[in-house]
C-alpha cells in the first residue's frame, strides 16, 4: 500500500485518522490537488451506481408506500449528519465519518431486512450472504468505473468502517481488514461512531416513520421512558399545538439527548484511557458509547420497535411476499443464467454472481423484473 502524504487538519486529536497514519489505498494513485484523502473516499461513494439506488430501496417501508418514509438512502444521509456532527465534537476525521456513513448501508438487498435474511437462505450452500460484506464488496470490486482498477479504491480506514462486523472465519480471508476480528482490536474511533450513528437514526426514524403510517400509536410509545419524557417535555413548553409538530419536537429532542450523551461518554472513556494514536485506539476497549442509563433506555426503544413496528402484522405480509420475490429470482437465475441480461453474464456464473445481481436490485426493479419472469398474464 501507498502511504499518504502529509496532512495537518488543525483541532484534529492526534489519534483521529488522518493521511499521516493511514494504511492507504490497495492501488497508487495521484493525490488530488484540493482534497483531503477522505473528502475523496467521501466523493467517489456518492458517485457511484450503489448509492444512487439506495432511493429506491426499504428501509422498513417498502419504496411505493409513501413519498415520506425513509429509504436507504435518507436513512444513510441521517446518519452521515448525525456521526458528522459526533465527530466534529470530539476532534475526530469528519470526512471519513462522513464517508463511512455514507457507504455503510450500500449492500442491502431489496426489500430491507426481508430481502437479506431470503437471499442469505438461497446462498446457504454457497457461503451466505450478509449486506455488510457486500458493501464491502461493492466499494472493493463490483463498481466498475476507474480504467484502472475495480471498485473504488478507498482508504483502508473507511473499507475497515464499511466492515462493522463479520465472523472469525470470513476475517482468515479478507487479509489485513480481517485481522481486528481475528485479534479482537478495535476499529478507528470515526468507524465507531458511523455504528451508533445508525442505530440513533434508525430508532428515531421509524418512531416517526411508524407514527405517520399509523402503525405505531402515542399511546404505545408513551410506556416507553426516552419517548416518554421528551414527549412531556415538548408538551409541557408548546401544549395545544398540531400532533406533528409535537411528534418532530419529540424526535428531535430525542436525538438530541443521544448525541449529547454519547459525546460526553466518549469523552469521558478517552479521557480514563489517554491515548495518544490512532494505534491507540486500536490496542483499547471500544471507546464510543452512551452512558449506562441511555444504553438501557435505548436498548428499550430498540426491542420495542423490534416487537410493535418491525414485526407489525402489516409488515410481516410485506416481508412473507418480498421473500418470494427474492427466492424466486434467485432459483430462476441459478436454473438457468442465461435469463440474466447480457450485461450481468459472466462465464462462470456462480451463485455468488447471481445474489451480486440480486442483491443490487432497487425494490421496484425487483418486483418488475419478477413480473417478467412470472406473470403468466404478461407474456
Ligand atoms: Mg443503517
Not at 431486512?113 to 450452500?125: F, I, P, T, V, Y
Not at 438501557?296 to 418491525?310: G, I, R, T, V
Amino acid at each position: 500500500m501507498e502511504s499518504l502524504t502529509l496532512e495537518l487538519v488543525p483541532g484534529m486529536a492526534s489519534y483521529a485518522v488522518s493521511a499521516n497514519n493511514s494504511r492507504g489505498r490497495r492501488f497508487t494513485e495521484p493525490h488530488s490537488v484540493y482534497r483531503s484523502e477522505f473528502q475523496r473516499d467521501r466523493d467517489r461513494i456518492i458517485h457511484s451506481t450503489a448509492f444512487r439506488r439506495l432511493e429506491y430501496k426499504t428501509q422498513v417501508f417498502v419504496n411505493h408506500e409513501g413519498d415520506h418514509f425513509r429509504t436507504r438512502l435518507t436513512h444513510s444521509l441521517e446518519v452521515a449528519q448525525i456521526a458528522r456532527g459526533i465527530a466534529r465534537a470530539l476532534g475526530l476525521n469528519e470526512d471519513l465519518t462522513e464517508a463511512i456513513s455514507l457507504a455503510h448501508d450500500l449492500g442491502h438487498t431489496p426489500f430491507g431486512h426481508a430481502g437479506q435474511e431470503a437471499l442469505n437462505d438461497c446462498m446457504r450452500d454457497y457461503g451466505g450472504f450478509e449486506h455488510n460484506l457486500q458493501s464491502l464488496r461493492i466499494v472493493d470490486k463490483l463498481e466498475q468505473h476507474y480504467a484502472s482498477f475495480d471498485g473504488l479504491n478507498l482508504c483502508f480506514e473507511t473499507r475497515e468502517g464499511i466492515l462493522k462486523h463479520c465472523s472469525v472465519e470470513t476475517a482468515g480471508h479478507l487479509g489485513d481488514l480481517g485481522e481486528r476480528f481475528i485479534n479482537q482490536t478495535q476499529a478507528s474511533l470515526e468507524a465507531q461512531i458511523c455504528n451508533l450513528a445508525d442505530e440513533i437514526a434508525y430508532n428515531n426514524h421509524d418512531i416517526d416513520d411508524g407514527l405517520r403510517s399509523d402503525l405505531l400509536s402515542l399511546d404505545q410509545l408513551e410506556e416507553i421512558a426516552l419517548f416518554e419524557r421528551n414527549w412531556a417535555s415538548a408538551k409541557n413548553e408548546y401544549g395545544a399545538i398540531d400532533r406533528r409538530r409535537l411528534v418532530h419536537e419529540t424526535i428531535r429532542r430525542m436525538i438530541n439527548a443521544l448525541v449529547c450523551n454519547l459525546i460526553e461518554m466518549t469523552k469521558s472513556n478517552i479521557s480514563r484511557c489517554v491515548p495518544r494514536t490512532l494505534d491507540d485506539i486500536r490496542q483499547s476497549g471500544v471507546l464510543v458509547g452512551f452512558s449506562e442509563e441511555m444504553y438501557d433506555a435505548q436498548l428499550k426503544m430498540k426491542h420495542f420497535l423490534s416487537e410493535n413496528l418491525y414485526q407489525h402484522y402489516e409488515v410481516l405480509r410485506m416481508t412473507r411476499k418480498t421473500r418470494r420475490i427474492v427466492g424466486d429470482l434467485f432459483s430462476a437465475f441459478l436454473d438457468d443464467p442465461r435469463m440474466l441480461p447480457p450485461a450481468y453474464r459472466t462465464e462462470d456464473n456462480s451463485p455468488r454472481h447471481v445474489a451480486d445481481y440480486i442483491a443490487g436490485m432497487t425494490d421496484r426493479y425487483a418486483m418488475k423484473e419478477h413480473r417478467r419472469l412470472f406473470a403468466v398474464g404478461e407474456i
